[in-house]
Structures are given as C-alpha cells and as structure tokens.
C-alpha cells in the first residue's frame, strides 16, 4: 500500500501481480505507470482493444496464433458494459450491439498475443427454435473445439445468477476443460451484505457445476472489480507481471 502512505494518491497493487498501478505521490520502487478511465485506474494494456473480426460460427473465425478469452452471459447481463469498462472505452462493445451482428461472435484484439472475444448473448425469449439451436450448436462447437480459447469470464446479474443457459454454459466449459471466472455483474443495485450473500451462494454452487471456476463481484457503472479482472485475464494471455 506504497501509495496510500504517500498520501496523494490512493491506488495500490492490483490483484495477484506486485506491480503498483500508482503514481504521482508513489515514492516506492514502481515501474509501471497505469491511467485513469473515470477514476479507475487500469491495466494500459486493454485499453489498445479493437474490433477485428466477427463470425457466425467456428469455421468462419480468423486463425491466429494468440489466445483467446471469451466473455459470454445473457443478454442484458452487462457484457458490453463489462467490456467497455474493461477496455477503458465507451462504445468498443457497441460493435457486438450492430444489427445483424448480435448473434455473430465479435473479435476484440488487445496484441497479436490477446483476443478478447464477445459471444452471442443468450436468454433470448422471443427468437425461433432454429435461432436457439444454432446459438447451442456454434456455442458447444466453438468452446470444444477453438483450440486458442484459454479462458472464459461468464457474466452473471448478481441478482439473478445461474440461470439454465449459466449452468449448460459451464457444463460446457466443465466438458472441455476449460477455465471459467464469473463476475456477478451489477453489483452496485445491492447492499454490500446482499452482494456478499450473493456471492457466496454462487461460489457454493460453483463446487459442483464447474470445481474449478472463480466468481468475484463487478460493477461497471462503479467501476469495481476491474482490477481482480484483469488480473484474472493478464493470467489467462500470460502477460508478464514484471
Ligand atoms: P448486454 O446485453 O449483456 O451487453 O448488457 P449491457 O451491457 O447492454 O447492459 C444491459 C443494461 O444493464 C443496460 O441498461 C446497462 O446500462 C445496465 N448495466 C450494465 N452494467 C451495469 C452495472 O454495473 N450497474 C448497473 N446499475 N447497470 C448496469
């Protein structure tokens, strides 16, 4: 807590990594500087997110030689908002939002090492059966068989966790081995003891759907719990903690 001591300035270490994301007032032995997206202090590396490429399904995304990290939830989770405020950009995620391009799975590069990849939104109510089919075949296609896909961040309202399509989708990723991080998004339309209850409930639930998951709170109107994210992805890219 170097830069808490020095008084003029309140950021400290992020997460897992050692490095000081403070400045200015910061008399300790830091290399990094960070910045500032509305008071949050960020990761510089995700701020460099865009668009790249969008497809319908496995076979029409571009090979490349970085990993993936993909962001899936229902619609009206938060996705876009978790997105933005983890790039530090307004409208980023607005992309995913186009006409046409809701069901398409939307590529974000950070490097020609890191892709953030936003999925399809699911819960949809009023789309055909076709539409749901397909969603569940190009969603268990791509999460069994993207050979780059390290990671995935399922968003979550906190208020409403763990709906039928949350729990097929770490069946899913249970199946294919894969790693998973919920965030229980909106936190901020709860108290802090409702959240807490909350986010225990989904992490005891969490020991039989998917052992090995994490879950955290986040919010993206307050801008809480970007730093446990990032932590979480500058793991998942193998970005170095200097
Ligand atoms: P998506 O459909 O999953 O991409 O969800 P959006 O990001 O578009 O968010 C859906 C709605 O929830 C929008 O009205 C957002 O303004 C709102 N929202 C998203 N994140 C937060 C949050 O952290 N707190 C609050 N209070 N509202 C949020």
């Known amino acids: 807590m170097c830069c808490e001591k020095d008084g003029e300035f309140y950021a400290s270490h992020f997460g897992r990594s050692n490095l000081c994301y403070g400045f200015y007032g910061c008399r300790g032995k830091h290399r990094k500087l960070a ?3 509305e008071g949050v202090l960020m990761n510089p590396m995700y701020r460099q997110a865009h668009f790249l490429q969008s497809g319908a399904k496995l076979a029409d995304l571009p090979m490349h030689a970085g990993r993936e990290v993909a962001f899936a939830g229902r619609s009206n989770a938060g996705k876009s908002s978790a997105i933005n405020a983890l790039t530090g950009q307004q409208s980023l995620a607005r992309t995913s939002k186009t006409p046409g391009r809701t069901q398409l799975i939307n590529l974000f590069e950070v490097n020609d ?3 953030l990849v936003d ?3 699911y819960g949809f109510a009023k789309v055909s059966v076709a539409v749901k089919t397909a969603w569940q075949h190009n969603m268990a296609d791509y999460l069994s068989r993207r050979g780059n896909l390290r990671g995935v961040i399922l ?3 906190v ?3 763990l709906t039928e399509h949350d729990q097929q989708m770490l069946s899913w990723c249970r199946g ?5 991080h919920c965030l229980l998004t909106k936190a901020d339309k709860l108290n802090r003891g409702a959240a807490g209850n909350a986010l225990l409930q989904v992490r ?13 709170l986040f919010s993206a109107l307050k801008k809480t719990g970007i730093g446990e994210v990032h932590a979480v992805l500058d793991s998942w890219f193998g970005f170095a903690s200097a």
């Open 113 to 115: 090492q890191a892709i």
């Open 119 to 121: 999925l399809p939104g």
């Open 159 to 161: 208020r409403h966790p």
């Open 176 to 180: 294919a081995g894969l790693a998973v």
């Open 204 to 216: 005891k639930a969490l020991t039989t759907l998917h052992p090995n998951a994490s879950v955290q």
């Open 35 to 37: 910045f500032f997206s």
């Open 155 to 157: 968003l979550m309202d």
